[in-house]
Each structure stands twice: as C-alpha cells, then as structure tokens.
T-cell receptor, first 111, second 112 residues
Framework: SQQGEEDPQALSIQEGENATMNCSYK?????LQWYRQNSGRGLVHLIL?????REKHSGRLRVTLDTSKKSSSLLITASRAADTASYFC???????????FGAGTILRVKS | DSGVTQTPKHLITATGQRVTLRCSPR?????VYWYQQSLDQGLQFLIQ???????AKGNILERFSAQQFPDLHSELNLSSLELGDSALYFC???????????FGPGTRLTVL
C-alpha cells in the first residue's frame, strides 16, 4: 500500500524557475527519502531527511520535513531541462526497513 | 551508477511461465530489497533479505519467491506468470549503519 500522497501529480515549469513538490504520509517514520526516476529507468537517490531534522540542503535541492503535519516538501531551485523526471518520496517507517513510496510527481522543465 | 546491478534488463515471456530475476548489491551491502513498479499499483515493496535471511515481507504474491545467496546476490523467482505481473522490478541494497537504499536499473518484465 502506498503511504505517501504527492502533490501535484504533474508540474510544468520553465527552465530557471523553482519547482516545489509536496508529500504527505500517514504513520510515524524514521526518515523520508526523495528519489528521481527518468522515464521508466532506475531510481536515483536524491536526499534523506531524518525524523528529527526539519530542513536539509543538497546542491539545488532543499527538503523540509514537518512531522507534526506528516508532510515533506522538495524544492528544486533554478530548474534545468535535465531535471525533467518523476520524483518520489519514500518513507522509512518506524520499526521497519522497507520504503513506502508515494505516487510521484511528474516534473517537466521546458527550455 | 548506483553500484547495484540487475539482469536481465528486459524479459518478455508468456503467461504461465516462470522467470528468475537477478540482483547483485553494492559491494559490502548485506541488505537486499525487491520492489515492483506497475502502472496501477505504483512502487511497492516485495521482500527484504539480510545476509541470506528473509527479514521483511510486503505485498509479495505466493507465486513469487526470493532468496539471497552466500555471495549476497539475490534472485526473485516469479512463477505462473499472469498479464498483471508485467512491471518493472527493482532491487535495492543498503549499507549497514546507513538508511539510504540504492536502486538498480531494474528489470522490465512483459508477460504476453
């Protein structure tokens, strides 16, 4: 079963703009991870944020986590055409090692 | 390149058949996870192995089974295949002490 709900389902922006994707989940978690998938290919790990962290940065990526609202957001700044992909949040639930994925956001960056 | 390898990349077979998907984790990773990605179910966890032993089970059908060998590679066996088993099957591995899971390129299974 999918825990995460991602919003929006699809996002289309111009190159150079920022892209924000949101993820909500239902249970207590150890951490939340974001992945990128290019058109039917493998999942690339982007960033992991632990339940005791509120914000994390990696290059052009900024992730926030609000455990009280059970939600996370991924911000990609100064987007590029190469950022076009599907983005998934995945939660690592308390007491388990499996990842529970959201449905994903399809991001299209137009050049 | 995540360091996780999967073979084959593509597999086309008929209903009722049996196939084996193979995964080699990153060097030194003891944990292997299998996931299925389909259009209707999304990405779903199937099963986890740690150093040869089954650790967790998800939505894995009884027709499916897996194992992890002493050299830590893992195989996912799918039998009595149905059209609905057509999907991308991913393997991921995790290093002890770390929470990140690194995914292989996947095997695309098409059941005709």
């Amino acid at each position: 079963s999918q825990q995460g709900e991602e919003d929006p389902q699809a996002l289309s922006i111009q190159e150079g703009e920022n892209a924000t994707m949101n993820c909500s989940y239902k249970t207590s978690i150890n951490n939340l991870q974001w992945y990128r998938q290019n058109s039917g290919r493998g999942l690339v790990h982007l960033i992991l944020i632990r339940s005791n962290e509120r914000e994390k940065h990696s290059g052009r990526l900024r992730v926030t986590l609000d455990t009280s609202k059970k939600s996370s957001s991924l911000l990609i700044t100064a987007s590029r055409a190469a950022d076009t992909a599907s983005y998934f949040c995945a939660t690592d639930e308390m007491g388990g090692n499996k990842l529970v994925f959201g449905a994903g956001t399809i991001l299209r960056v137009k050049s | 390149d995540s360091g996780v390898t999967q073979t084959p990349k593509h597999l086309i077979t008929a209903t009722g058949q049996r196939v084996t998907l193979r995964c080699s984790p990153r060097s030194g990773d003891l944990s292997v996870y299998w996931y299925q990605q389909s259009l209707d179910q999304g990405l779903q966890f199937l099963i986890q192995y740690y150093n040869g032993e089954e650790r967790a089970k998800g939505n894995i059908l009884e027709r499916f089974s897996a194992q992890q060998f002493p050299d830590l590679h893992s195989e996912l066996n799918l039998s009595s295949l149905e059209l609905g088993d057509s999907a991308l099957y991913f393997c991921a591995s995790r290093t002890g002490g770390s929470d990140e899971q690194f995914f292989g390129p996947g095997t695309r299974l098409t059941v005709l």
